[in-house]
């Protein structure tokens, strides 16, 4: 039922040879013994879990979904489910990027998000229920008390416990400062919460021994709007001082979601009747400390459609190169068989360099911002944190948006490839389309990572922390403007590194008059934005394959046909995405709505 082999050697050529980690870790105290061979150790026994033990899972597990007993509110996970879990914690992989303080492993993120991106590709829907874990471990690192941190944090570390966040309820999804749940305070110091989430990703299930909630809900006297939003621990069973676990909260789920895609998962509808929580960070301020867990889950979600695309292009590989039909309009290419493999069609090998490339661009692009998380809480010099949090929060809404985009579109390609067996359930190509739809919605869906990253992250600082990424792509250009063999790439990243600041200014200048300008043009925006990125990663990756051409290794020849794919063929989509984002508001609002 198809196959996962983990890319060690991409994932070792970006490390090593395009952010060139070991260097870096050097001037990280944290990290400053982290090498090459402890890295590319972890990654390989990682490989192994994801393809041994999570991959046989994924099609039974969305085959069989997860199930509710209404009478206890427990939910039962798909079959092989719990002791993969348990395989998971015994080898200690929740440890791996956390704070060696609280039992961790203390390994750079960049290391953690590779081995992450092995996991999604292997079974996304068993990936979420550790994954959300290490959002609410690192929002309770940052905005708990120190009795908080010593209570919760081991146990996240280890594994024994889970985390989720609770933010969404029926009438209201992104416009959070609608919600309506209430805490109550109480004299001991606790609140008495009470209303109903839906949308809880592993918000009940018996892979863990208990699950820390942490729940948005509103003060008596809480101002309205997000102004009035608090954040609260909510365990499922409460623990004791020691760490052992207590009574049973009244945090319920009453459903699970009937969903089209990550079945194995179980999306939840909870329901909270006065549980105990305890309040994280400061009355009304439970906006900015959930944002530490939900930047941490965009970046999550960005993995999530990279490992699928990862996948979804490995076995449409396979495939297209097993496949009799027809022969090459070229001539045959398998004389001695019947047809030739469909691999020698230009527009098969279209849709699998599609794949290929956003793959390998993700790749690059998402190790490149877990390595600046890395600099940002590690490294020594002030100035350097500074640039690398600027950089990452102008990125973040990208990984998100751009690569789960991608990862529709790729894991459609590839489904494309099996044409009326990508349709089929036993070839496992159409669980990953379904799986990758969801992708867009998480976290925020697309439009509103657009709507972040253009109206917030740029035009709100005047695109100081744009121009300072631009100044990285021009630096480049210049440094390579000379040599021949690089025009191909230097040329056109040149060129859209232009259009990317005199787009953004037009648009600026348009919002001053209408702010619906910026609604109008963010997705389009956002696609331009995301390509700019990807060229310049492309032509890093370009340079190196190049240079190390000549050494006949079958990888950098691979990686130069896979850049010039990506120039020629998706770049060009940035004419098109210019072109509507220019083309302003009124067409868009001019249609009074009782005329839809």
Known sequence: MGQY????????????????????????????EIDRDIINQVLEEGGKFASEVLFPLNHSGDREGCHLDKETHK???????????????????????CDPEYGGQGLPIVVNNCFYEMLNSANQAWTMYPGLSHGAYECIHEHGTPEQKALYLPKLVSGEWTGTMCLTEPHCGTDLGMLRSKAEPQADGTYKISGGKIFISAGEHEMSQNIVHLVLARLPDAPSGTKGIS???????????????GKRNPIFCGAIEEKMGIHGN???????????????????????????????????????????????????????????????????????????????????????????????????????IALQIDRELNHPDELVRKDAADEVALLTPIIKAFLTDNGWIATSEAMQVYGGHGFISEWGMEQYVRDARINM?????????????????????????????????????EANGTDEKMSEFIT?????????????MEI????????????????????????????????????????????????YKAKLATARFYFARLLPETAMLIRQARSGASNLMALEADLF
């Open 231 to 245: 954040l609260f621990i909510v365990p499922k069973f409460i623990p004791n001082a020691d760490g052992s676990l």
């Open 441 to 477: 919605i998480y976290e925020g869906t697309n439009t509103i990572q657009s709507l972040d990253l253009l109206g917030r992250k740029i035009l709100m600082d005047n695109g100081a922390k744009l121009r300072k990424f631009g100044d990285k792509v021009k630096a480049f250009v």
């Open 5 to 32: 082999v983990a890319p060690l050697r991409d994932m070792q050529f970006v490390l090593h040879e395009l952010l060139k980690v070991e260097d870096e870790f050097k001037q990280l105290p944290a990290h400053a």
């Open 492 to 504: 056109p990243l040149g060129d859209i590194g232009d259009k990317v600041g005199k787009l953004t």
């Open 75 to 97: 939910v039962k996970t798909p079959a092989g489910f719990e002791a993969a879990y348990k395989q998971y914690v015994e080898a200690g992989w929740p440890a791996l990027s």
């Open 266 to 368: 179980s999306t939840c509808q909870m329901n909270l009747d006065n549980a105990t929580g305890w309040l994280i960070g400061e009355p009304n301020k439970g906006l900015n400390a959930m944002f530490v867990m939900m930047n941490a889950a965009r970046l999550g979600v960005g993995m999530q459609s990279l490992g699928l695309t990862e996948v979804a292009y490995q076995n449409a590989l396979v495939y297209a190169k097993d496949r009799l039909q027809m022969r090459s309009l070229s001539g045959p290419k398998a004389p001695d068989k019947p047809a030739d493999p469909i691999i020698v069609h230009p527009d098969v090998r279209r849709m699998l360099l599609t794949a290929k490339a956003f793959a390998e661009a993700g790749r690059a692009f998402s190790s490149y």
């Open 508 to 555: 600026g200048m348009k919002a001053f008059q209408n702010p619906d300008e910026v609604g109008a043009a963010a997705v389009p925006y956002l696609r331009v934005v995301g390509h700019m990125v990807f060229a310049y990663f492309f032509a890093q990756m370009a340079k190196i394959a190049l240079e190390k051409e000549a050494s006949g290794d079958n990888f």
